[in-house]
């Protein structure tokens, strides 16, 4: 089966080898493997809770044995760092407003779930298909429990294309960029009990012009952090 991509009419999706995927010229493949791949390979040897990402939503100061800590992950994407995060002990709900990222993401939860390497993955790992602000918006009206609102907008690549990987090209070729970004950190500030992580690139400026509390830095991005709690 195929779908024609909205942003180039020779991106489309296409189904093989039991997995869902997106190409332009059936070289270059994006699609979605939690239980192989990268996915496993980040999981197995990322550095665990040392990794920034697991600082940045405070899982350096929780005892997950003792209490979950639960992660709304507004803008997923192919649900990577969603992934890490449950893979640590969270509970992750994944939030995808993209039809086809979305339909990308439910191909690889059917792998998962039935994968013998991940007996936690159902358990910790939901998925939303919806406009970000409008997920955001409806969980703060059923007062749903969130401890760290999880934002990741896509941003424009400042280097020359060459320079950006060809599955990460293909993939903002056909979802562009979120230029409602800045709209969701208020909402995201509204619903966290804890804190709101932000991911940028190194050179992006704060989301909402909006000073973080802190920062942790790393090799090309940094996670932005607005606290409203202690982690306790």
């Given amino acids: 089966m195929a779908n024609k991509a909205p942003n180039d009419p020779s991106l489309h999706i296409a189904f093989d080898d039991d997995k869902l995927f997106l190409t332009r010229d059936s070289k270059t493949k994006i699609f979605v493997d939690f239980a192989e791949g990268a996915n496993a ?9 040392n990794q920034a990402i697991a600082k940045a939503v405070g899982l350096n100061k929780v005892d997950l044995s ?15 760092d969603a992934f890490v995060l449950a893979s640590l002990g969270c509970e992750v709900t994944l939030v995808e407003r993209q039809q086809p990222i979305y339909a990308l993401l439910v191909d690889g939860f059917r792998r998962a ?3 013998t390497h991940l007996p936690w993955f159902e358990e910790r790992m939901s998925l939303i298909h919806a406009p970000a602000q409008q997920a955001l918006t409806q969980a703060i009206s059923n007062k749903q429990d969130v401890d760290v609102v999880y934002l990741d907008p896509m941003f424009p ?3 020359k294309s060459a320079a950006v990987k060809k599955d990460m090209a ?5 979802v562009g960029t979120d230029d409602d970004a800045d709209e969701l950190l208020p909402s995201a500030i509204t619903l966290a009990k804890k804190r709101v992580v932000v991911k940028r690139p190194d050179y992006a400026p704060f989301l909402n012009t909006q000073q973080p509390s802190t920062q942790i830095k790393t090799k090309k ?12």
């Fill in 157 to 159: 690549h400042r280097e």
């Fill in 170 to 174: 293909l993939f903002q070729t056909f």
């Fill in 221 to 232: 991005n940094r996670f932005d952090v607005y606290v409203n709690a202690a982690m306790v």
């Fill in 41 to 49: 390979h980040r999981q197995k040897f990322g550095g665990g809770k």
């Fill in 66 to 80: 003792k209490s979950s800590l639960k992660v709304f992950d507004a803008t997923a994407g192919m649900g990577k």
């Fill in 113 to 115: 779930k039935t994968s």
